[in-house]
């Protein structure tokens, strides 16, 4: 007897995507989290927070897509897709969030504040 659910494993195809949207995923939260680290060590100069910005938005870059293909994939194996959809609905403005933040810190001189804000 065959279900109409779609298997529980990706085919090859999409085993692929997932595991590039993965890595994507985990270098863009790990930039952040470094991002974090360095903005609340005191022993970092704002030279060194200003040098990896570029390098952080440019990681943060592909978490909306990312979050897409993740949730793509895996919606189409679940009975709803409401789960998956709630949680684009709530990642995706958190992502430009991140990513206005950034691009608002390229344009600020990196004191305090901006360390605060940030």
Do not use: Y
Not at 11 to 34: K, M, Q, T, Y
């Amino acid at each position: 007897m065959e279900s109409n659910r779609p298997s529980s494993q990706p085919s090859p195809e999409d085993r692929e995507l997932l595991e590039a949207a993965r890595g994507d995923l985990r270098d863009a939260l790990g930039s952040v989290r470094n991002l974090v680290q360095l903005l609340h060590s005191m022993r970092v100069g704002p030279k060194a927070i200003v040098a990896v910005l570029p390098a952080v938005h440019g990681a943060c870059e592909p978490i909306e897509k990312s979050m897409r293909v993740l949730l793509e994939v895996i919606a189409a194996r679940l009975p709803s897709s409401r789960a998956a959809d709630e949680l684009l609905s709530w990642s995706v403005p958190r992502a430009h969030q991140i990513e206005r933040e950034l691009a608002r810190a390229f344009k600020r001189l990196m004191n305090a504040r901006t360390r605060l804000d940030l």
